[in-house]
């Protein structure tokens, strides 16, 4: 593998720029480049153009600089994403300046900027943009262009590939000075097209969208192809680690997740991403493994979101070793921390690692959820491609500790962190769900999934869960669910469910058995096909269910919450299902007896009795439905009107209130209850605790 493989192909479609004005076109070119990884990593980036208009108050021509604004992802962004600036008063800043110390106040006058009103928040790459001298101008993290610009003889190297078409300024946290220097170096040379920042990535520019678009592609390619035809091979000093293989790969995954998980998740909870890509394997299978982890990477972008370096994990390491290790890891932060801090740095902030390279293995990445932490993982890859590039013509090199530390704890990155909504109440937690496709349980993944959690829904009808898994990624998005058709009554299946789910999202901390049917008959009619049915999905399927949860949670070792849909059937005989209730009343008990066993562990186990739960459920089709009706002799279509006024408050009751049942039990509220049970039925003296 090659970065010379990775060109980069030019997606300017001039049938549809036609129809744009220029800042549209800006936004097109934006949304092109930041569609491809390789020209700037997820959130990296940014783009301008300098606009003539027609300024709202006085109508008089103004320029105005439209420039990515903080935050958003240029593949994604819209016209709102941009800040707009009056161009000739961010060139007016200019005098105000005069000391580095007098940079971050730069950044706050920058509001006094705005042009139009705009909510949009300047960025601190904004100077940079304005004072090129050039119309459009484009700023991309592309890992060919980064690698040049992480070697060490990165400056050298400029000028060897580019010749006089792009200059090189050494490493320098963005800021005006940087913006000053940018501009003046772009001023006395007409004949560049764009500068290589030391450490960083690429600004480049051009009169049009579109000549400027494919002078970034250019450049980018050139970079490519030229790392492709100079690098040493094989990549990383060949491999010292021989495949493990597929399967014995995701066996090592599936032990190290859960284990990792529950020694970094405590203050905060986690969730995992795993990736075993022919580049990460490379890499970590790698002769140079060793000696490049240490370094730590280097475009600011990538260590903010990976940590300034991983942790290297043996594939074997014992739960004693991997103690140790992530220790040592967490006093190395500490002692960066306090080489590193100013008097008005933030406070220390999470000291555990951000990646894990596993030889023989893979990746794996940990953060607050799903998406960051599969993003972090996707930086990793950028870093190891710079790695590669750099590594392969020359010598890699990390930014040195105090930039990397004057970066991550840069008081507007911390301004940042503060601005950022509150997490959810079960952000970070890793729920799974049997039935996750039926009426209440769907109903229960919609909770938890609103509250922040990670779901994985379970349950034997495929096409179900399909339209339902599909239906929670638009709303909740894709990175949250994960779906696995299993049958509870197979004990491989089970068990291959929840490794399925360790792999998917590192680990668990809440369980719903739930995956039921419901076969009534009069006891002599109930034939033993009927019993061993019930008895096996409900009976066998909550065992299974309820013992490989059990152990998941006991190995990850930070407690959790287990919680049975049983029914208002286990507590209260009811003639004409006898073998429902009956094998009800064991699931209930069989929850009692895991909250006994789990309590040394913080493992809470409790019960939810729903009754009479008729919309939306698949259990009152059919037979159910028919046979109930008939022995209250009414018609089938009268019984919700029966339940509700049966019921004491005389409410009728749905799924979503038992999945606010379930939320209780599995969130923090409940944290002091365990081998509980909850009735939410609308109320019926018959089964009140006692
Ligand atoms: N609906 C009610 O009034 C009511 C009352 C009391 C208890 N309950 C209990 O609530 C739970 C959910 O019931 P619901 O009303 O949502 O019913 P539902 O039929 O809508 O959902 C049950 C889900 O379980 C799945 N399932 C069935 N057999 C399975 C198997 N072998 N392996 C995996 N999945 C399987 C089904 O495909 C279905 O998606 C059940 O345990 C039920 O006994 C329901
Ligand atoms: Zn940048």
Redesign the pocket.
Known sequence: MTISNHTVPNLWDNAVAETLDEAGQLLYRSNLLGADLRITNFGGGNTSAKIDTPDPLTGKPVTVLWVKGSGGDLGSMKLDGFATLYLDKLESLKSLYSRLDQEDEMVHKLNHCTFNANPRAASIDTCLHGYVPHRHVDHVHSDAVIAIAASKDAERLTYEIFGDEIGFLPWQRPGIDLGIKLGEMAKANPNYVGVVLGSHGLFTWGPDSKSCYETTLRIINKAADWLGHNSAKPAFGGSTVADLGEAARKDAAIRLLPEIRGRIARDEFKVGHFTDSPEVLEFVNSNQLTELAPLGTSCPDHFLRTKIRPLVVPADASSADLGRLIEAYRKDYAGYYDRCKHANSPAMRDPNPVIYLVPGVGMMSFARDKATARIASEFYVNAINVMRGASGVSEYRGLPEQEAFNIEYWLLEEAKLQRMPKPKSLAGRIAFI??????????IAAKLLSEGACVTI????AA??EQTSAAFAKDFGKDSIHSVV?????EE?VVDAFRSAVLRFGGMDIVV??????LPAPVEDTSLEIWNRQS???GT?YFLVGREGFRLLKRQNMGGSMVF?????AIVASAGASA?GAI?AA?LHLARCMALEGAPMGIRVNVV??????R??????GDWRKQRAESLKIRPDELEEHYRKRSLLQRS?F?ED?AEGVYFFASDMSSKSTGNYLNVDAGHVASFTR
């Open positions: 049997t039935g996750g496709a039926g009426g209440i349980g769907a109903a379970a349950d034997i009808d179900a869960l299993m049958d509870v009554t197979s299946a058995n739930n995956a039921g049917i419901a096996a999905i409900l399927g849909i049983c029914s208002k059937n429902y009800k699931e009795n729903p009754d009479a739960v008729l939306g459920t698949k259990l009152m089709q009751v799924p038992i």
